[in-house]
């Protein structure tokens, strides 16, 4: 089926008693065993729940995977996910990616004895090096990468992970199986905080994993069985309902990124502007070829630390918080919010200062978008 149905119809059809269209949520914990050795298929809902499975099937279904688990967060997601590692392995990892992934991986992940290796991998050729040394088992992208919304060519670094037999896993959270499917491109396994699209309306916090192979199901189930950071039934439902709006939702984003960024591009007080969108964007080109848009986030460097407090305490329309994905237009200062663990000598290297604000675009009328910039850029 098409992206657009599964969709549409997230969690119908799977209550033939009322023939509910909209998924029931179910909170009991525990279900009754029929006899000894007998399961409806639920037993306890740490280890599967039908409202919960509703929602993991069909982000199964939309990312063309073999099986998906939903978690109460991102991060949890990622946690489980680099269990599958063990002590002693190397992971490469971008090296400009969303902060608390940075922080779970070096103040957590490494108390399990897992090296970390961090490069630029929109650079096909760095990766393919720090593949051929032995000790490295994963690679994990961020793409677009946050905040500088670089662009690893999937297709590329699936190839040279299968040649090497090193798992491939993408954080895929800026697009979304609307727009990229990493697992089409050679990714083992995708991760997202769906806190952000996928949920989509700044009210719900959750993670999910959507694995590529039934082993790698079974290994995420288990760990996810065994560690319990589930997502609840209501949110799980919350989760299917935003589903139906997805790819709806991901158009105007995107139709108001594109004014936006052209807006941007050239302003005398935007010294950077990073938006895949554009054609003169280094990662345009290879986004182009792996995805059916570009996203609706856009990095900017200002010409001052004074312009950023000025644009932090007097936009009308954004608002300065920490998120993204959201109806509601957003601002975040990386430095001091989302990138604020990251340590000063990653910070230096990447060129991340107190110059650089992220901005999520929303669905609100982009004249009043481009308004609110406009005011405060001048
Ligand atoms: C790209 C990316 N991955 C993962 C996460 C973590 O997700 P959560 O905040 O849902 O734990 C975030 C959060 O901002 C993110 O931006």
Known sequence: MKIDTILAQAGSRRDPITGAISMPIHPSAAFQHPSLGQSTGFDYSRTSNPTRLALEESMAALEGGVAAFAFSSGLAALDAVFRLFSPGDTIAVTEDLYGGTYRLLEKFSRFRNLDFLYLDSSDTGAVAGALDQPRVKGLFVESPSNPFLKIADLDALGKI??????????????????????????????????????????????????????????????????????????????????????????????????????????????????????????????????????????????????????????????????????????????????????????????????????????????????????????
């Open 161 to 378: 992970t299968r040649e090497r037999g090193v798992l491939f896993i993408a954080d895929n959270t800026f697009l979304t199986p609307v727009l990229c499917r990493p697992l089409d491109f050679g990714a083992d396994i995708t991760v997202y905080s769906a806190t952000k699209y996928l949920g989509g309306h700044n009210d719900l916090i959750a993670g999910l994993a959507v694995a590529g192979t039934k082993e790698l199901g079974e290994k995420l189930a288990f760990i996810q069985n065994a560690t319990g950071a589930i997502l609840g039934p209501f949110e799980s439902w919350l989760l299917l309902r935003s589903l139906k709006t997805l790819a709806l939702r991901l158009k105007k984003h995107e139709e108001n990124a594109a004014i936006i960024a052209s807006f941007l591009n050239g302003h005398n007080s935007v010294k950077k502007l990073y938006y895949p969108g554009l054609p003169t964007d280094l990662g345009h080109a290879v986004l182009a070829r792996q995805s059916s848009g570009f996203g609706a986030m856009i990095s900017l460097e200002v010409d001052s630390r004074a312009r950023v407090e000025h644009i932090l305490a007097s936009v009308k329309v954004f608002m300065f918080a920490e998120s993204l994905g959201a109806p509601e237009s957003l601002v975040t200062f990386p430095l001091v919010q989302t990138h604020a663990d990251m340590d000063p000598a990653a910070l230096e290297r990447l060129g991340l200062n107190d110059h650089l604000l992220r901005l999520s675009i929303g669905l609100e009328d982009p004249a009043d978008l481009l308004a609110d910039l406009d005011a405060v850029l001048a």
